[in-house]
């Protein structure tokens, strides 16, 4: 309402700033109840080798479907959960959903793909994750499991964090995780992670591809990017691809993977159980 915000901006933002702090705390009351209730599902978005166009691999993503609020997106309770720490908790159930699923389809002879699995910073500073993770290897197998990991993720405090993060990322590679840094080129990163941990996958940042149209430095940049991680040994993929000229200026400076809306939205996982027979 224009003309009200005119009127008063104040009042205007304060009314907008409370409802949206209320819709927070909401969401804070109610996570732990969801997850008991299992209202958190595992949503499954494609990713497609350049080169042969077909289905290499599935990223995970959170959505919740909430018998009081309704269908939301990781935008709108994610932040939330990093801020009070229930992240840790949600991760896990990812995870486990995820781990425990790809097993089942092992066992029974579906086909199966890569899957990657979000993990919060936080897990970097918890206690029991290494633990866990152990344990989830055990009973599952870390088979075909990749870890994405945003570049801000290691963006530490203090020398000593620094350290524990990188044996606790030495540790996950050595259980036969996968690696990949998320986003990468969006913030501003400590680019010596680069090479302090045994990364597998460099996961460009859509941001990147977006400066890149038309814009010839930004695909100088982009191009070089994708050097840099086959220099290190790094499968690349480049995320939000959209155009059939994106993919083909991807192709063009080498990028192995791509994911996005030209090949998938993120879908349920039964309707991607069908994707996948349909396009491995
Ligand atoms: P992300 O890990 O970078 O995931 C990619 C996001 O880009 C997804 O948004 C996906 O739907 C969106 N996307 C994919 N292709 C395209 C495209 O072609 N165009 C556009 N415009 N967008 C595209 P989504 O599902 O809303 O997730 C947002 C973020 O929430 C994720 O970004 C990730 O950081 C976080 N997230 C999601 N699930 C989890 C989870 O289980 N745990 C944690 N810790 N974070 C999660
Ligand atoms: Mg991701
Ligand atoms: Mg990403
Ligand atoms: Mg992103």
Known sequence: ???LHEANPICFYNAEMQQKAEF??????????????????????PKYDLATRKCIGAEALVRWRSRELGFLM?????????????????DFYMLTHVMETVKERRTTGLPIVPVS????????????????????????????????LTETAFDFDTPEMREHALHVM????EMGFRLS????????????????????VMKIDRSLLLAA???????????????????????????????????????????DHGQGY????????AEFSSFLEQHI
């Open 117 to 148: 699995v979000n993990q919060s910073r936080l897990h970097m500073q918890e206690k029991n994750y290494l633990a866990y993770m152990q344990r989830l290897k055990t009973y599952y197998g870390a088979e075909d499991i990749e870890l994405e």
């Open 262 to 269: 030209l090949y998938g939205k993120p879908m349920p996982e």
């Open 1 to 3: 309402n224009l003309a």
């Open 213 to 255: 149209n038309g814009a010839k430095r930004m695909q100088a940049v982009l191009a070089r990017m994708i050097d840099l991680g086959h220099a290190l040994g790094m499968t690349v993929i480049c995320e939000g691809i959209e155009t059939r000229e994106q993919e083909e200026m991807l192709r063009s400076y080498g990028c």
């Open 181 to 200: 840094i998320d986003d990468f080129g969006s913030g501003y990163s400590d680019l010596t992670i680069l090479n302090a941990i045994p990364l597998d």
């Open 74 to 90: 990781p935008g709108q309770f994610i932040p939330r959960f990093e801020s009070n720490g229930f992240i840790t908790q949600l």
């Open 170 to 173: 030495h540790e996950l590679h």
């Open 24 to 45: 927070q705390s909401r969401i804070e009351s109610l996570q732990q109840g969801a997850l008991s209730r299992k209202e958190f599902e595992v949503w499954y978005q």
